[in-house]
């Protein structure tokens, strides 16, 4: 009853005074870090997201470039409207797929004329889509600074170093960033899914990034309908990249 009446309210008033976290879809938010999300919410675990990207491109002839640019796009919108126009934004990125999200982040904020410089020590693998997105960055003249500190006189982080596929404990390079951001005192953005947070768990792979947002794609991941995930998630932000939403809805997965 109490589920079918937020439902309601939701549909009625697009706003709604929520628990703990909120998830935002287009113009509404929705509690998150409880159990029962309104059932018009989708939710994906680490294997249907991943297969929701593949049939995207296997059935319905989508591209992976295209769907990136598109994460990167509506990542980009929230990222802007966390701090004023003239704020300086660093983007810490993977080497992975997450990672090319921010390198196209990277690119979109520095035509939209923010100051933005991108922090990353290794590069994507040669001929992916996130190996694109870095050239683009690159050639337009995006500050690239391969280091694994951070400058103390940001106002704003973007987290794009790991994604949804992490299933074992962070180490090595990715520890240390994760580490960095969690010390910096500037709020934070998470892509996808705060680095180090798994997504069927909502539990820290040892560590996390503690976000004060998240901008996530398609629907919500499972694990950030769990009371332990809120610490890391703050505010989630859905993005539509998209993919049909007949697609979606078949992979969907009940919370």
Aim: hydrophobic fraction near 45%.
């Amino acid at each position: 009853m109490a589920k079918a009446a937020a439902a309601k309210a939701i549909q009625a008033s697009m706003l709604k005074t929520v628990i703990g976290g909120k998830v935002y879809v287009d113009a509404s938010f929705y509690t998150c870090g409880v159990p029962n999300p309104p059932s018009e919410t989708l939710v994906f675990d680490r294997r249907s997201i991943r297969e929701l990207d593949r049939l995207a491109i296997a059935q319905w002839g989508m591209h992976g470039i295209d769907l990136m640019e598109r994460a990167a796009h509506g990542a980009t919108k929230v990222a802007t409207g966390l701090i004023p126009h003239g704020g300086r934004i660093a983007i810490v990125c993977g080497a992975g797929n997450n990672g090319g999200d921010g390198w196209a982040m990277g690119r979109m904020l520095h035509e939209g004329g923010w100051e933005v410089h991108i922090v990353s020590p290794r590069s994507p693998k040669e001929g992916s889509d996130a190996a694109i997105n870095e050239g683009a960055a690159r050639a337009i003249g995006v500050p690239v600074h391969e280091t694994r500190s951070l400058n103390p006189e940001v106002d704003l982080l973007i987290d794009a170093v790991l994604g949804t596929g992490l299933e074992h404990a962070v180490t090595g390079v990715s520890l240390e960033l994760i580490d960095t951001i969690n010390a910096h005192n500037a709020p934070v953005l998470s892509i996808d899914l705060p680095s180090g947070l798994n997504a069927n768990t909502g539990l820290p792979c040892d560590v996390a990034v503690r976000a004060t947002a998240t901008a996530t794609f398609v629907g919500l991941k499972i694990g950030m309908l769990k009371a332990c995930a809120l610490p890391f998630t703050g505010e989630v932000h859905v993005i539509d990249i998209g993919v049909p939403r007949s697609l979606a809805e078949s992979l969907s997965q009940s919370p």
